[in-house]
């Protein structure tokens, strides 16, 4: 499966967007890019997926680069309860479903 | 609807001593996942169910570590004997299908002292 690099950690203030990047560069056509966070003591939480276009939904946006080796999930307004490490995961469009997660970037809020 | 559920949510146990964690999933979805999640690190795959049968148990110490899913929706995962380096916590989660997210239970803490 192919890699996923991103920063060990990140700061935001609250109500302020956040750019979590993730690079990706030897992704591949059949590779959906799919992002995930853990907030403290609790499991993974789907946050949002996508393949080559730009993604949306109420929780974030997912921004794809045109050469698809890069994407930024955009958290629009940064709440203290989005406080959590974030998952950058490549998974093909065949496997069987496993998930490889990496260390991902975890974000501090500050209120 | 309901997420979900694992039990329990601590444990602790000495090494050599057997231990079980059950998951139940969201009603109606197909695929089971167990992954095993290391201070400090990602959540780790070890077992996969496609209702009641065995996708992929590539990783999972089979020396040590069974899972069982009967009828094709709660499952349990089984530690024996526990080993110091098995100190994790165990998460459990369910798809629709195997192309759909998953969704992850708040998984169990297990100490082995």
């Given at each position: 499966d192919a890699k996923t690099t991103q920063p060990n950690s990140m700061e935001s203030n609250e109500e302020e967007p956040v750019h979590l990047p993730c690079n990706h560069s030897t992704i591949s056509g059949t590779d959906y890019i799919h992002w995930y966070r853990q907030l403290p003591s609790q499991g993974p939480e789907y946050v949002i997926h996508g393949l080559t276009s730009n993604v949306n939904n109420r929780m974030a946006s997912l921004a794809i680069a045109e050469d698809r080796k890069s994407s930024t999930l955009i958290l629009h307004r940064a709440t203290l309860r989005d406080a959590a490490v974030y998952y950058c995961i490549l998974r093909f469009w065949?496997?069987?479903?496993n998930l490889i997660f990496g260390k991902g970037t975890k974000l501090s809020v500050k209120p | 609807e309901a997420g979900v559920a694992q039990s329990p949510r601590y444990k602790i146990i000495e090494k050599r001593q057997s231990v079980a964690f059950w998951c139940n999933p969201i009603s109606g979805h197909a695929t089971l996942y167990w992954y095993q999640q290391i201070l400090g690190q990602g959540p780790k795959l070890l077992i996969q169910f496609q209702n009641n049968g065995v996708v992929d148990d590539s990783q999972l110490p089979k020396d040590r570590f069974s899972a069982e899913r009967l009828k094709g929706v709660d499952s349990t995962l089984k530690i024996q004997?526990?080993?110091?380096?098995?100190?994790a916590v165990y998460l459990c989660a369910s798809s629709p299908g195997h192309k759909q997210p998953q969704h992850f239970g708040d998984g169990t803490r297990l100490s082995i002292l």
């Open positions: 065949g496997s069987q479903g | 004997p526990a080993k110091l380096e098995d100190s």
